[in-house]
């Protein structure tokens, strides 16, 4: 049945009706042979086109009749026939078409939430990254290290522990709620020059820990891009700001060593008072002492694994004196020296500052102490290379490096020659015969 031809009008449009017979009816445009009116029994009425690509026919809805005027769907129509006489499939270059449109709203979605995670990226603080710093790095910090973190970068306005009054910032604290992305040479250098006028000396360990925190950044894919370059800490006009530490000398002499002695042990905390003492026998730093557990303690072979900062651990002997203060402390926790809350002890200085005055000795230091082990050990013909395996310095000649290896028991020796002098200088008696815990040591 040839299909019904008509020049399309709008009256035409509007009087054609689909018989009650047939699921549709077609009324086609003279004008545009691919354009027709298909009309349902609903009356719902539909220009669509129709033509033969590559042997087949294919058929494309244009629109309603109430959103197309016959005008534009004859262009429309018209338009369809140009690229099915170039041989291209209208259906296939409207699905490109949707397929290139869904592509770049999902590039603008993509891109608009990469410039929301950007914009939040540059917002981040010091402060914010700093704890993620803390608590990525802490398991692999002493309690020391990590405490300096903390104190130095701690906002202040807290009461004190022990005196009156609030505490004031860390040195690190003005540079906590900047942008990270701000952190430049410039910022650490005018930081550096305002510190360095009040608290040289925490803040030369500030820039120590900042430096070793941007490079952690650095080293960060989500941080990287906020830090790049150089790492703004490590520039000479920051290290000229802060200067250079004068060489420490503080160190107990021989002759004070009865004075000290009878002043430490008058201390009321008998951790503190051991810790003091041990921290003079082994020359350990302060920090490795404190980080003691009861099982770096191995009483059977009568050793001390000491966490070090340089080869990661090493073991020195649990000599006899050590032996019987370490014995005598209760084992309230995992710490050899606890504190309260059975945590580690923080650094006693202001036990050790009260003890010197005590004795009426010059000030020594927490590493004042390991210095004096150092300079004691050159009253004795120990080899220099024995004393550096004790403290836990590198080896400084190759024959200590490459040659020599001392075991435990030959550094025991060495060791308990060292104690037993130091406790003869200081008059303390001691009688190594005794039961460890049972010790009463008394400065003569």
């Not at 104190?151 to 860390?170: F, Y």
């Not at 790049?228 to 290290?239: L, S």
Request: hydrophobic share 40%.
């Amino acid at each position: 049945m040839k299909p019904t031809r008509v020049h399309l009008t709008a009256g035409r449009v509007e009087d054609f009706t689909c018989p009650v017979d047939k699921a549709q009816a077609f009324l086609w445009d003279t004008d545009t042979p691919t354009l027709a009116l298909r009309v349902t029994p609903t009356g719902r009425k539909t220009y669509i086109f129709e033509a033969r690509l590559k042997g087949s026919t294919i058929r494309i809805n244009i629109g309603t009749k109430a959103d197309w005027p016959i005008e534009m769907a004859r262009t429309k129509a018209q338009g369809l026939k140009v690229l099915i006489d170039s041989g291209t499939d209208p259906r296939e270059l409207e699905r490109q078409q949707q397929a290139d449109k869904d592509q770049a709203i999902a590039d603008k979605a993509a891109a608009d939430a990469a410039q929301v995670q950007q914009d939040a990226a540059q917002a981040v603080t010091v402060g914010e990254v700093w704890q993620q710093y803390i608590e990525a790095r802490k398991g692999r910090w002493g309690a020391l290290h990590l405490a300096d973190h903390i104190r130095l970068s701690a906002a202040g306005g807290v009461q004190r522990k022990r005196g009156e009054g609030l505490t004031i910032p860390g040195p690190l604290y003005p540079l906590m709620t900047m942008r990270l992305v701000d952190l430049s040479a410039s910022t650490v250098t005018a930081w550096a020059e305002r510190e360095a006028q009040t608290r040289p000396t925490p803040a030369r360990l500030s820039w120590r820990l900042l430096r070793a925190f941007l490079t952690w950044c650095a080293e960060q894919p989500q941080y990287a891009p906020l830090v790049a370059g150089t790492n703004a800490a490590k520039n000479r006009n920051t290290r000229e700001a802060l200067g250079k530490p004068g060489a420490k000398q503080d160190a107990l002499q021989r002759e004070q060593l009865p004075a000290w002695f009878a002043a430490v042990q008058q201390t009321t905390n008998p951790a503190i008072a051991a810790y003091l003492q041990c921290l003079l026998m082994t020359g350990a730093r302060p920090g490795e002492l404190l980080a003691l557990r009861w099982t770096d303690v191995n009483m059977a072979w009568r050793g001390l694994t000491i966490h070090d900062k340089v080869e990661g651990e090493r073991v020195i002997p649990l000599t006899s004196f050590v032996h019987h203060l370490i014995a005598g402390l209760p084992k309230r926790g995992e710490w050899i020296f606890a504190g309260a809350g059975d945590q580690a002890l923080t650094r006693p200085a202001k036990n050790l500052n009260t003890a010197c005055t005590v004795a009426g000795v010059d000030h020594v230091s927490l590493h004042g102490l390991r210095r004096s082990f150092k300079s004691l050990t050159e009253w004795l013909e120990i080899p220099a290379g024995v004393v550096a395996q004790l403290m836990g310095h590198k080896p400084s000649a190759t024959a200590e490096k490459h040659y020599t290896v001392r075991p435990l028991d030959l550094l025991r020796v060495h060791h308990e020659k060292i104690e037993a002098w130091i406790l003869d200088q200081a008059g303390v008696q001691f009688d190594r015969t005794a039961e460890p815990g049972k010790l009463r040591a008394v400065a003569g």
